[in-house]
């Protein structure tokens, strides 16, 4: 089965044309051997209502060796005239064969500019699944390199025809890159850790494309996004731009297990660190030991920092602070201190992620941008979470999912608590997801879980974190097989499926909706809440109504 990039296709739901592509998708990833990569757009044609990877190309084809394939897509009637092959549109038509060879023509020009890449090998298809080709010599398109109605059951062999199976070659990772920039891909910086398949994120209608196309001096830019609107990914959007443009980046957080996933995927550099991090750095700069064994330590590691004197070392190009929700005035002058005079500054913040009680940060002077829309979770999560949040607050829900799974199961004890949430596993792993996909979230932090402390629940091993570190400064986590977290450290991460359990309280307050909209904004695709009754009683009942 060939790879198709981005993932998530299988799960969404269109009409007309993006349907048609959709079909396509599921042809060429059962069609075409794992040796090859198809690239699309067709999985964010309800944020930006279109799907072309580039211009009027559809779909990208690469091979092991880098050669590639371009194939666009014409659903319904095409006209035939003496100038070849033409799409009428509504106001216009377009000669395909003209549009085709532009296209080739301005892709070739960028891939030349590209270390690399001006001896890639470049085919190109037209696939017309709806049509037949009545005067092939007239179409102004070799016939070779037409596939349409009557050949549509021969279309992988066609494109294995025209770019064959070859040994693999260096080149292919460059014109990866290169396609991935094309589409606008970003890795989408909350996806587990250690997930068997990358995923990927294309926020060109989000933050990433909007937020970097702003100019003002200085460049000082206050995000305020709700979860899933692209924020981690605008960051490391910037942290790369920073290297490419020789500049040195600092990416700080709040949370250590999303460092250390940006540090995963981040270009080596710059520096990417929590906020304790950064200090401890000051401090072991200045010739201070560090000592984390006391009741207080992570305060007086503050308190330490902030008189000492910032290194040149520890002086950055791009300042970029993510879960500024969880900063307070005194950390934001610490981090800030750490640019360089003409540095340009990103504050990422969400408040109803804000699970410490914080008074927002003041910034003033610096450019605000709102960002309400989610396009990370299943719009069916979005529209139960809008009901949580407080007057003048509202989520666009613009995900690629219109529908995911979403299940309640309520407990009325310990016993019920631990025999639903294995029951909640046992239903995402009867629905295909692997246990790598499947993350436990509790909503009771460690020292008051019941569940967190579980090395096993039923037939599944858990995952979770031992309090310590390796020789790298890499977190180390027990031998199982299922990740469990408290929603404190499993938040600015996300999973495919998500299991949030132990949801109890007394009262739907502030603090307990901000908890459950945390929470239940991980779950990319599934999400199986495990409620205690009287959670139910005090507030949920109305919220969960639907949903069971």
Known sequence: MARIVPDGWREISAMGAARR???TLATLEK?????YTVYHAVHWTNVEQGFSVYGDIDFAIVNAAGDLLLIEQLSGFLEETPDGLCKKYPGHSTNVSVQIARQLAVLRSRMARRPHLDAVRIEY??????YTVRHPETAGISSERIVDATERDRLCSVIQLALPQAPSSPAAAAVRRFLEDVIQLEPDANALVGQARALVTRISGGLAHWARRLEFEPFR?????TAGSGKTQLAHAEYRAALEAGRRPLYVCFNRPLADHFNSIAPEGGLACTFHTLCDKVLHAAGQPV??????AFDDLVERAAREAVPDHLRFDTIIVDEGQDFSNEWRDQVLRHAREDARMVWLEDPMQNLYGKP???LPGWVTMRAQSNYRSPRSIVKMLDRLLPDGLYIEPRGPIAVGGLHVQVYENEAELLAHTKKAISQCLAAGFKRADIAVVCFRGRDSSALLGQSQLGPHSMRTFTGRYDLFGKPEFSAGEVLMESVYRFKGQAAPAVVFTEIDFDQLDERAARKLFVGATRALLRLELVVSRHAMEHGLQPILADVR
């Not at 069609?31 to 040796?35: I, T, V």
């Open 21 to 23: 592509q959709l079909e």
């Open 291 to 296: 000592d984390f064994s006391g009741p207080h």
């Open 125 to 130: 298809l037209l696939y017309c699944p709806d």
């Open 221 to 225: 830019l206050r995000v305020i996004g």
């Open 360 to 362: 927002a940060v003041q």
């Open 31 to 35: 069609g075409l051997p794992d040796s």
